[in-house]
Each structure stands twice: as structure tokens, then as C-alpha cells.
């Protein structure tokens, strides 16, 4: 739009603005196709464990995502992540606010 209204010729605008011509057109071809289409990404490893992890968590409601993992781990899912079980988790609102201390609030 700016280099058709200034009537510069690709070269110069790119030579003005410091950008390659090469990567000019892969911008401009990126502009014209429109958004890329990100997400949801499959999660296979979330899938498996989210109904085990949801009943454990229902069962204990006090239990953060470090013993429902420990629980997995003891009824034989051991190539379970901590890190899935509390992204299952949260996936449902069952994860546990952060807990406050009295040296959280010195300064």
C-alpha cells in the first residue's frame, strides 16, 4: 500500500527499508494466504491418563497434581509425567490454588 502510493518500485522500497527482496515477496505471499491455522495440537499422552487422573482427583480433592502423579505411578502407569498429570488436571479446574505463607507476604 505505502510503496504503491509512493510509486517506488520494489527494489527501492526494500533497498529504503532494509529488508531483502526475497524475503519481501515471502511476506507479502504469507499476507495473501491469511492466517495460519494453529492449534489444538493432538495430546495423545493427556488423553490416556485423563480419566484415571480426574477420578483420583475427585476422590482427594486436597491433593495437588504431585500425589495424583504418585498415585498413577502406584497403580502401574509408570511413564506418566508429573508435568501431563497437572496439565490433565487443570484441563478440568482440579488444580489446587497456590498456598500463601507468612514469608510470601515480607518484603
Given at each position: ?20 527482496r526475497?524475503a519481501?515477496y ?6 495473501l ?10 495430546t ?38 508429573m ?22 507476604t515480607?518484603?
Amino acid at each position: 500500500m505505502i510503496r504503491r502510493e509512493a510509486k517506488l518500485t520494489v527494489s527501492r522500497f526494500c533497498e529504503l527499508i532494509g529488508l531483502s527482496r526475497r524475503a519481501f515477496y515471502e511476506r507479502r505471499a504469507q499476507h495473501l494466504a491469511g492466517p495460519t491455522r494453529k492449534g489444538p495440537w493432538p495430546t495423545p499422552a493427556l488423553d490416556s491418563i485423563d480419566a484415571d487422573v480426574v477420578a483420583i482427583a475427585r476422590a482427594r480433592p486436597a491433593w495437588g497434581h504431585r500425589k495424583v502423579w504418585a498415585r498413577l505411578r502406584e497403580d502401574g502407569n509408570a511413564d506418566v509425567s508429573m508435568s501431563s498429570v497437572k496439565r490433565a488436571m487443570a484441563r478440568r479446574g482440579l488444580l489446587l490454588g497456590a498456598a500463601t505463607s507468612s514469608n510470601a507476604t515480607r518484603h
